[in-house]
C-alpha cells in the first residue's frame, strides 16, 4: 500500500518544549516537503529536501528544524524557538523531476500547543 | 514573490448546478498550475495539471483552464454533488532556489446542497 504516512495525527505540546512529527513514504520519491497551514490560509513552506542529507528553509523556517537521513523519512521539529506552533502540518513527496511531477501529501498533524 | 488569489473564498450552490472556482497569480513565469481538493482535517488530493503550454486540463466533470499570460485559472466544475463539498485550491508552480515549488493560495470552500 504506497503512500504517505503522517504520525501522529493529533499531537499536543506544552509550552517551551519540543517535539517532532514523522512523516514516511514508500513512493520512491527524492523530493520531500513540509508545509504549515493555518485557518483560512493557504499552505507556507517550511522546508523541502531534494536528496538524502541535503535540505533547504522555505518561507518560514525559523523555529523548525529538519532531517533527512534516509529517502523515505523527513521529520520536523518544531522547537521551543516556534513562536506560535499550533497549526496543521503537512508533509509531501514528489519526484520533482520535471515539471510535470505533482506533489503526493499525507493526511497531515494537527499540533496544539497548551 | 508570487501571490495567490482565488475567489470565492466560500461557494454555497444546490445540488446539480454548474460552478466555477477562480484562481489568480501574480507571476506569470510558472511551470504549471494545479488544482487541489481538501476535505476537512485531511491532507490534499491533486484533482488537476495544467502544464504552462496547455490552455486547460479534463478530468471527468472537472475541467481546469489556464492563460498564463493573464496570471489566471479557473476550475469548472459540472453537475456538483454533495460529495464535491470541500476546499479547492490553487497552486502554480514555479522554480525557486534551485528546485520546483508550489505556491498556494487560500482556496475556496465549497458546499454542495443536497
Not at chain 1, 94 to 110: A, L
Not at chain 2, 9 to 37: H, K, M
Not at chain 2, 97 to 109: E, H, I, N, R, V
Request: one cysteine or more; glycine letters at 8%.
Amino acid at each position: 500500500d504506497g503512500g504517505i504516512t503522517q504520525s501522529p495525527k493529533y499531537l499536543f505540546r506544552k509550552e517551551g518544549q519540543n517535539v517532532t512529527l514523522s512523516c514516511e513514504q514508500n513512493l520512491n520519491h527524492d523530493a520531500m516537503y513540509w508545509y504549515r497551514q493555518d485557518p483560512g490560509q493557504g499552505l507556507r513552506l517550511i522546508y523541502y529536501s531534494q536528496i538524502v542529507n541535503d535540505f533547504q528553509k522555505g518561507d518560514i523556517a525559523e523555529g523548525y528544524s529538519v532531517s533527512r537521513e534516509k529517502k523515505e523519512s523527513f521529520p520536523l521539529t518544531v522547537t521551543s524557538a516556534q513562536k506560535n506552533p499550533t497549526a496543521f502540518y503537512l508533509c509531501a513527496s514528489g519526484r520533482q523531476r520535471s515539471s510535470t511531477d505533482t506533489q503526493y501529501f499525507g493526511p497531515g498533524t494537527r499540533l496544539t500547543v497548551l | 514573490k508570487q501571490e495567490v488569489t482565488q475567489i470565492p473564498a466560500a461557494l454555497s450552490v444546490p445540488e446539480g448546478e454548474n460552478l466555477v472556482l477562480n484562481c489568480s497569480f501574480t507571476d506569470s513565469a510558472i511551470y504549471n498550475l494545479q488544482w487541489f481538493r481538501q476535505d476537512p482535517g485531511k491532507g490534499l488530493t491533486s484533482l488537476l495539471l495544467i502544464q504552462s503550454s496547455q490552455r486547460e486540463q479534463t478530468s471527468g466533470r472537472l475541467n481546469a483552464s489556464l492563460d498564463k499570460s493573464s496570471g489566471r485559472s479557473t476550475l469548472y466544475i459540472a453537475a456538483s454533488q454533495p460529495g464535491d463539498s470541500a476546499t479547492y485550491l490553487c497552486a502554480p508552480l514555479y522554480s525557486g532556489a534551485g528546485s520546483y515549488q508550489l505556491t498556494f493560495g487560500k482556496g475556496t470552500k465549497l458546499s454542495v446542497i443536497p
